[in-house]
Nanobody, 114 residues
């Protein structure tokens, strides 16, 4: 299993970023996939997940601002993040949405300045 998150960066409050998750080594289309984030010293939290068929679920903290999508033909998932807030700043990871693999990859850093 390989999971590579990218697309992070530094934005101002209210800005947008689009994260990408490139995957390989498993049958992507059959897996529920998720976006997680972690702040140093805190537990990693699930912010969005998407089933193989495209059904989505969001944490209340990002609902209405983040949109998760996937392309099963490309083994890729995205997270569109709009109206970013300082509390969204974290390192973001992609993984299985309900039963994460032990391999998390490096993730991608999102910084939001006020």
């Amino acid at each position: 299993v390989q999971l590579q998150a990218s697309g992070g960066g530094s934005v101002q409050t209210g800005g947008s970023l689009r994260l990408s998750c490139a995957t390989s080594g498993f049958q992507f289309s059959s897996k529920v996939m998720g976006w997680y984030r972690q702040i140093p010293g805190k537990q990693r939290e699930l912010v969005a997940l998407i089933t193989g068929g495209g059904t989505t679920h969001y944490d209340d903290s990002v609902k209405g601002r983040f949109t998760v999508s996937r392309d099963n033909a490309k083994n890729t998932m995205w997270l569109q993040m709009d109206n970013l807030k300082p509390e969204d700043a974290a390192r973001y990871y992609c993984n299985h949405g309900t039963n994460p693999w032990s391999i998390w990859g490096r993730g991608t850093q999102v910084t939001v300045s006020s």
